[in-house]
């Protein structure tokens, strides 16, 4: 007798377990609720990535003392070319990415 009781009792335990659900029904909000929702825009910046042709690196221009003019004028073309670029740079500053 013992055993059959057993497994009434496991049976009905499982039956009472079948029923139950471990998920919480959501609570309804009172109808006198003093916040309502609003949705809200979350604005979201993407930045341009900027193309590798503008961040390459100049070489410096060297030498001796007596081509100091010509190395003047390397470097100061140096100088112009990346100043052009940069300006290329802020140009794309502020526009927006293609996704």
Same mark, same amino acid.
């Given at each position: 007798? @013992?055993?059959?009781?057993?497994?009434?009792?496991?049976?009905?335990?499982?039956?009472?377990? =079948?029923?139950? $659900?471990?998920?919480?029904?959501?609570?309804?909000?009172?109808?006198?609720?003093?916040?309502?929702?609003?949705?809200?825009?979350?604005?979201?910046?993407?930045?341009?990535?900027? @193309?590798?042709?503008? $961040?390459?690196?100049?070489?410096?221009?060297?030498?001796?003392?007596?081509?100091?003019?010509?190395?003047?004028?390397?470097?100061?073309? =140096?100088?112009?070319?990346?100043?052009?670029?940069?300006?290329?740079?802020?140009?794309?500053?502020? $526009?927006?990415?293609? @996704?």
């Amino acid at each position: 007798m @013992p055993g059959i009781s057993r497994l009434l009792m496991c049976v009905l335990l499982v039956l009472m377990l =079948a029923g139950a $659900t471990c998920q919480r029904k959501p609570e309804q909000p009172e109808q006198g609720v003093a916040v309502a929702p609003e949705p809200v825009v979350v604005e979201r910046r993407v930045y341009v990535p900027v @193309p590798r042709m503008l $961040t390459r690196q100049e070489a410096i221009a060297e030498g001796p003392i007596p081509m100091c003019y010509d190395v003047a004028a390397q470097r100061r073309a =140096a100088i112009e070319r990346l100043n052009a670029r940069m300006q290329q740079i802020q140009a794309l500053q502020g $526009t927006e990415a293609k @996704p």
